[in-house]
């Protein structure tokens, strides 16, 4: 009683002192690296487009960052268990770096986005390392603080990264933009490797994971075959390539399958047959048909509605904005409304998507801003009780897996739904629009477009909220305790 009580009166004047500020501030500063990067480069890639060209290629912006930071995060773990955390995290910091630079110099749009990938593979290893530090660098009853720091460093992120991308397309350039952040990483990668105290390394016994080498390369083939797709829509080389970014995905999956206890994803990950499945899909396919606004929002509103650079990043910025003010608000709700709030957030999402068809081409600006608070927020209602719900109707022995394999599958969909919308977006004249009402028709299908994704996705969240799946998974229980 005496020791819960002492954990309850934890302060931020504790996190603050000498001993764990510098940590925080570690952690703290590779969130912010990893948290900011989309935004301001979303805020920025009008202006990319406009000087270096290759329209064709804007959804491989979020494509490749995504695989990345797949990728990324699914080797930091071991990386750590291999080596500690200094090692990881000083790599990350300095392929982050890197990833600016090449994209700050890139002459063209593929340079650039080898420049993303980099950034990708660093600010995806920043982010899931930070993670991971917060368990090792803080006491158990400091890490609530220190969470609590990341998340408000989140939503900072959301203000500060349009703002910032802004200021340097309007006052400075773009590539001013990346060399900044490539300081940013440049330091604390000297930080890590030179200065700061990390703690011991875990111990080798903890070593059982191989890294999925393979499979992680089969996946980032299957979203680059269906990412290549769209790049010169063609009737014969468009459907072979989805077809074969689709078969390697399938091959993913089965690999996956068969790795046993060093699966990435839980056994069946997508369906509607269990709980953990139908959740999975509606994560995969909700993030899919949601990325349009991220990856072309900014782009179509400077070119149709003429807004500034800084007014475009923060259109995408509300949909941050909404997502954290929603989550606070629903925070304390009874588990037992869990379905209902899921129910309410994804049908927010699905109108919002029709309502960015509606009003990206139309305006007024004002009114994108709202339909992107509504569909931030319908996410901040939703995803608050989703983990909550699939870890108690899922079986206890996958809830760890279960648990990393949501944020997994999340960057997944914003992989694939990029490449897809890619598709639409050129198919419909992206790539050859310089004139607002050329525009007109890709701002309407990239949304459109993404309809069926958001249907797939309400599908899944009819299954998983229903009281069939909570009625199966008592079922289950009470055989397997008989």
Known sequence: MAEHASHSRVTWSEVLTRDHAPALALVCLGVWLHAADGLIVATMLPAIVAEIGGGALVAWSVALYEIGSIVAGATGGFLVLRSGLRLPMTLAGLLFAIGCLVSAFAPTMPALLAGRLLQGLGG??????????????????????????????????????????????????????????????????????LVARLGARPPAAELSNNVPLLRLAVLAAGVVAVAYAGIDIDPVATPTFIAAGTALLIVFLVLDGRAGPDRLLPSVPFGLGTAHASALTMVLAMSAATIAITAYGPLLVVAIHGASAIVAGYLVACSAVGW??????????????????????????????????????????????????????????????????????????????ISGAIPTVQRLGYALGAAYIGIIANATGFAQADTAEAFLPPARWVFFGSLPLALVGLVAMIRFVSPAIADARHRQGKKALS
Do not use: C
Request: hydrophobic letters at 60%.
């Open 124 to 193: 995806g290893g920043l982010m899931a390392l930070s993670f991971v530090a917060v368990s090792i660098l803080f006491p158990k009853r400091l890490m609530a603080r220190a969470m609590a720091a990341i998340s408000a460093l989140w939503g900072v992120s959301s203000f500060l990264g349009p703002l910032i991308g802004g200021l340097f397309v309007e006052y400075a350039s773009w590539r001013a933009g990346f060399v900044f952040f490539a300081a940013q990483a440049l330091a604390l990668a000297l930080w890590i490797g």
């Open 324 to 401: 954290t003010v929603f989550a606070i608000l629903v925070s304390g709700a009874d588990p037992r409304h869990d379905p209902k709030y899921i129910a309410v957030g994804m049908a927010m999402v699905v109108a919002s998507i029709a309502g960015f068809a509606l009003a990206v081409p139309a305006g007024p600006v004002w009114l994108i801003a709202l339909v992107a608070i509504l569909e931030g927020g319908g996410f901040g209602i939703a995803w608050t009780f989703v983990l909550r719900r699939v870890t108690t109707l899922s079986d206890p022995a996958e809830t760890e897996r």
